[in-house]
């Protein structure tokens, strides 16, 4: 079992930046660094969708991030970070990281354990 927390959402006017956290706590037996981590969004109507993870050894990003999207890890904190950049209206959505212990990383479907999100708001 993994419990996940994301921190770090708020408002920021367009152009501007954030930095969400995701602080896992994992399961006996297993080091977080055992997990792929994903960041997803998701906003009212459409379905959720992976922007960003990072594997055990590889970063992905889908098109319309990559350049404007970082995601990292901290195994020693147990923490994976979504740095976001040059941030834009359509970004807006809840944000939830979630983990996986195998493959395939990018993926929308096959993550195990979810965050309870955190709501990004860009105003234009």
């Known amino acids: 079992q993994v419990q996940l927390v994301e921190s770090g959402g708020g408002l920021v006017q367009a152009g501007g930046s954030l930095r969400l956290s995701c602080a896992a706590s994992?399961?006996?037996?297993?080091?977080?660094?055992?997990?792929?981590v994903g960041w997803f969004r998701q906003t009212p109507g459409k379905e959720r969708e992976i922007v960003a993870a990072i594997s055990w050894s590889a970063t992905y990003y889908r098109d319309s991030v990559k350049g404007r999207f970082t995601i990292s890890r901290d195994n020693s904190k147990n923490t994976v970070y979504l740095q976001m950049n040059s941030l834009k209206p359509e970004d807006t959505a809840v944000y939830y990281c979630a983990a996986r212990a195998s493959a395939p990383v990018w993926s929308n479907h096959g993550y195990s354990y979810w965050g309870q999100g955190t709501q990004v708001t860009v105003s234009s």
């Open positions: 994992a399961a006996s037996g297993r080091t977080f660094n055992s997990y792929a």
